[in-house]
């Protein structure tokens, strides 16, 4: 008979390798690996031969970073999605698009089971596996890490290393680097290690060599740089007037941001399983095209559409975090999303200084901005009169005079 097929979400890092060697062990299963290539640059190096020598059959690594950009980042980005006030979800919005195609592949290849190497403790897990709940229900999930057969033979690295020496599994697991570390197009986390210390500052000198996408703010040059962006439709189609699609716009947006030291973030965030947890973000790109976004918006938007809009935001962010991107409730946001930005068409130029990023101007062939109506001279257009404001005034305050006089009868 056919043994079962299993296809593993594999990074060739010390967990998922050993994952690897693990399940075909354990479930005497045919494991295809598959790595989506989102930006990870030469973390992909070598690992078609890493897999088939661990134990895969065969290894899928899909170039996935012009999806990622158009159908997840700029979507989520015209929503103007950020988690807790600061988190702008660059782990949260790859795991949708991994998970999406693992059950291709496991269709595709008649696999009965998708695995990956996600732990217990963490958001990941349920991202993945609610995604595969909402695009293939049939097929089923192994997590390792929620398996107690496996987290007694595995309860900490040693053991995963001393398994790895053990069957010849080439690791890089290290005490230099005593943190993880999940990079994509449109950033980088660190978490774990001394990271856990919320006390610990990683932007002190010691610590610079940590990063990676970007220079420390006080390293980055001592002249300021103007960028434009243009945008269509709430999506940036150009920088500095040359025609990018999503994948080129975010790489260039990278490029300058890191350059400057913008975009990191360190924050405590609540974890949808109920913890607390640390983290550290590089987002040098992703931070510029959201500053750039809401810009563009504040002249083309209309006020109410735009309120509307901004009320939903911490709903949708929490959705993207929780890894409900493909729930119909995320879906139905993105539609009145999508309606906001037709008309979020124009330019915008920042100044990109030290970690800053300085608006200096915005203009639209579809501005909401009258200078006419807004100036402080005369108003050539007669379109405001100043003498309506009374009654307006009148009325918004009655419901006040009357709470307060009952809160005078009260005394």
Request: avoid cysteine; glycine fraction near 8%; aromatic fraction near 2%.
């Given at each position: 008979m056919a043994k079962d097929k299993i296809v593993l979400a594999y990074s060739g890092g010390l967990d998922t390798s050993v994952i690897l060697k693990w399940l075909k062990e354990t479930y005497d299963a045919e494991i295809i690996a598959f790595t989506a290539d989102i930006g990870q640059k030469d973390e992909l190096d070598g690992l078609e031969e890493k897999a088939l020598a661990t134990g895969a059959s065969k290894i899928y690594i899909d170039d996935l970073r012009e999806e990622f950009a158009k159908d997840f980042i700029y979507p989520m980005f015209q929503a103007g999605a950020l988690y807790e006030g600061q988190?702008?979800?660059g782990t949260s919005i790859a795991r949708p698009l991994i998970a999406k195609r693992m059950v291709e592949i496991a269709r595709a290849e008649g696999a009965t089971y998708?695995?990956?190497g996600a732990t217990g403790k963490g958001n990941d897990q349920i991202r993945f596996e609610l995604t595969a709940a909402a695009l293939a229900p049939e097929i089923e999930v192994i997590a390792p890490w929620r398996i107690e057969q496996f987290r007694e033979e595995f309860p900490g690295r040693a053991e995963m290393i001393a398994y790895a020496e053990k069957h010849n599994i080439p690791v890089q697991a290290s005490a230099a680097k005593p943190y993880s570390m999940d990079r994509n197009l449109l950033h980088i986390s660190f978490e774990s290690g001394m990271l856990e210390d919320p006390w610990f500052d990683p932007s002190a000198d010691e610590n610079k060599g940590m990063y990676v996408l970007s220079v420390a703010p006080e390293d980055a040059p001592d002249q300021a740089e103007y960028v434009e962006l243009t945008f269509e439709a709430g999506n940036c189609v150009a920088i500095n007037n040359e025609s990018l699609n999503p994948?080129?716009?975010m790489e260039k947006l990278n490029e300058l941001g890191g350059k400057h030291g913008i975009?990191?973030?360190?924050?405590?965030e609540n974890r949808f399983v109920g913890m607390k947890s640390r983290g550290v973000y590089e987002t040098p790109g992703?931070?510029?095209l959201f500053a750039a976004h809401r810009k563009m918006e504040s002249l083309t938007m209309d006020r109410d559409v735009?309120?509307?809009?901004?009320?939903?935001?911490?709903k949708y962010a929490t959705l993207v975090y929780n890894g409900f991107w493909f729930a119909p409730e995320r879906l139905a946001l993105q539609a009145l999303v999508t309606e906001s930005q037709k008309n979020v068409t124009g330019v915008v130029r920042l100044k990109l200084y030290k970690g800053n990023i300085i608006g200096a101007g915005v203009k639209s062939p579809v501005s909401l901005y009258n200078p006419d109506i807004a100036t402080m001279e005369a108003d050539p257009s007669k379109a405001y009169d100043q003498g309506d404001a009374t009654g307006f005034i009148r009325l918004n305050a009655l419901r006040l005079k009357v709470?307060?006089?009952?809160?005078?009868?009260?005394k």
């Open positions: 988190y702008l979800l998708i695995a990956h994948l080129a716009a975009g990191r973030v360190d924050m405590v992703g931070s510029i735009m309120h509307l809009r901004d009320s939903l935001i911490a709470a307060s006089g009952v809160e005078q009868n009260k």
